[in-house]
C-alpha cells in the first residue's frame, strides 16, 4: 500500500506562485508513474501532470504547460509541482496520486493511490 500526503496549498493572487509537496510511503515498488491531478467544484477531476518512474519522462496538460514543472526527489520519496503564473481558473483541489496499472499517466482513472488533497485558490 502506498500512502500519499500533499501539503503546499493556499491561496495566492493571480500571477503569484506555489509549490506543492506529495510525500510517498509505504509499498512504492512498482509505481510507474505520479501525477498531479486536480478538480474544480460541479467539474470532473483532471490530470495537471504526470512524471514516469525511472525515464522521469513528464507529461502535462494543454492548460498548465510552460506555467507548471513537476518534479521528484527520489532520495526524499517525494513529488513537487511548481506553479507559476497562477490564473483563477487553477483554483481547485489538487490531489497527487500514484499509478501501478499503467496506461496514460495523465488519465485519473489509471491510479489506484491518492492522497487526501490539497487547496489551491487563487483571486483575480
Known amino acids: 500500500q502506498v500512502q ?3 501539503s503546499g496549498g493556499g491561496s495566492v493572487q493571480a500571477g503569484g506562485s506555489l509549490r506543492l509537496s506529495c510525500s510517498a510511503s509505504g509499498y512504492t515498488y512498482g509505481t510507474i508513474c505520479m501525477g498531479w491531478f486536480r478538480q474544480a467544484p460541479g467539474k470532473s477531476r483532471q490530470g495537471v501532470a504526470a512524471i514516469v518512474s525511472g525515464s522521469g519522462v513528464t507529461y502535462y496538460a494543454d492548460s498548465v504547460k510552460g506555467r ?3 518534479s521528484r526527489d527520489d532520495a526524499e520519496n517525494t513529488l513537487y509541482l511548481q506553479m507559476n ?3 483563477p481558473e487553477d483554483t481547485a483541489m489538487y490531489y497527487c496520486a500514484a499509478n501501478s496499472r499503467g496506461g496514460n499517466c495523465l488519465n485519473p482513472r489509471n491510479y489506484n493511490h491518492w492522497g487526501q488533497g490539497t ?3 487563487v483571486s483575480s
Open 4 to 6: 500519499l500526503v500533499e
Open 68 to 70: 507548471f514543472t513537476i
Open 85 to 87: 503564473s497562477l490564473k
Open 119 to 121: 487547496q489551491v485558490t
